[in-house]
């Protein structure tokens, strides 16, 4: 929901900059899509957006208001972490109504009473296809595809204002990975939120992103539109990076 504005964030790990001087402005219910390759600073700059650490420099305002000290919580900002575990939790199941559990967890961390738990839970598991012959399982015992929609749903139990993907599709398998791909899509306008969504994947953020960041050392080389920066790339790493994906279509498809 909120439109969100970085100026010159700056996080640095000992003598790493990790994210250096970034100044951006992601609109309001965008599909903001950051791309680069690994190490540029991608995960920093979703965990410093979603408050889970702080910048050194810099300021991050969520509809104007400076989001300094406040937590994700307050920030209304919900994450799915890169990773083959998507961070859910290991020993417990995905879904009981009266236990704690993975599609429960934020409602009860609310002090939401069962009812209201079962409402807000119906409501993810339609809209993600989750099967209530999960429910009972540990995240082990679940494929990638699934666990990656529980991941999903533990995001979107309580609505967020603004949702952080960090490369969620990288352990799918390519029919999968198209099919999550819409459904991030179509969750994004359902609920929507302003989004930020990672990957290391030019086609990928081609395909979703209603703008797309290219990311390296910690900086944003260009902002614009997936036709911008395929028509007008601002220099010659995103020249490289556009004809480097086009190089890849050329040879699956023969384009
Ligand atoms: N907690 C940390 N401590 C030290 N260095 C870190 C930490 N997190 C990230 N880095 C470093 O910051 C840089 C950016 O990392 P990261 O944001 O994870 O990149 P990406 O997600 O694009 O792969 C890398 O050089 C990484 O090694
Ligand atoms: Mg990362």
Not at 164 to 171: F, I, N, Q, S, Y
Not at 201 to 211: H, N, Q, S, V, Y
Not at 223 to 236: C, N, W
Request: charged share 25%; proline share 6%.
């Amino acid at each position: 929901m909120p439109e969100i504005v970085l100026q010159g964030v700056t996080k640095r790990f000992g003598t790493t900059v990790a994210v250096d001087g970034l100044t951006a402005r992601i609109c309001n219910r965008e599909f903001f899509v950051v791309v680069g390759p690994t190490g540029c600073g991608k995960t920093t700059l979703l965990r410093l957006l979603a408050g889970l650490i702080h910048p050194d420099q810099g300021e991050i305002r969520f509809d104007g208001v400076s989001v300094r000290g406040m937590s994700p919580r307050e920030r209304g900002v919900r994450m799915v972490f890169q990773g083959q575990d998507y961070a859910l939790y290991p020993h417990l199941e995905v879904y009981h109504p009266e236990r704690w559990s993975n599609l429960s967890f934020p409602l009860r961390l609310q002090g939401e009473r069962t009812r209201r738990i079962q409402e807000r839970v119906q409501r993810v598991v339609q809209r993600l296809g989750i099967q209530p012959a999960w429910f009972p399982r540990k995240p082990r015992e679940l494929s990638e595809g699934e666990k990656q929609k529980v991941a999903l749903g533990r995001a979107t139990v309580l609505s967020p204002k603004v949702f952080l993907l960090d490369e969620p599709l990288a352990h799918l398998d390519p029919p999968a990975r198209a099919k999550a791909r819409e459904e991030i899509r179509r969750l994004h306008a359902e609920l929507g939120t302003t989004t930020v969504y990672v990957t290391h994947d030019l086609a990928e953020a081609f395909i979703l992103g209603d703008r797309v960041a290219v990311m390296c050392a910690g900086k944003f080389l260009q902002v614009g539109s997936p036709t911008e920066l395929q028509d007008h790339p601002a220099d010659a790493f995103v020249a490289e990076f556009v004809r480097s994906y086009r190089e890849g279509l050329r040879q699956a498809f023969g384009v």
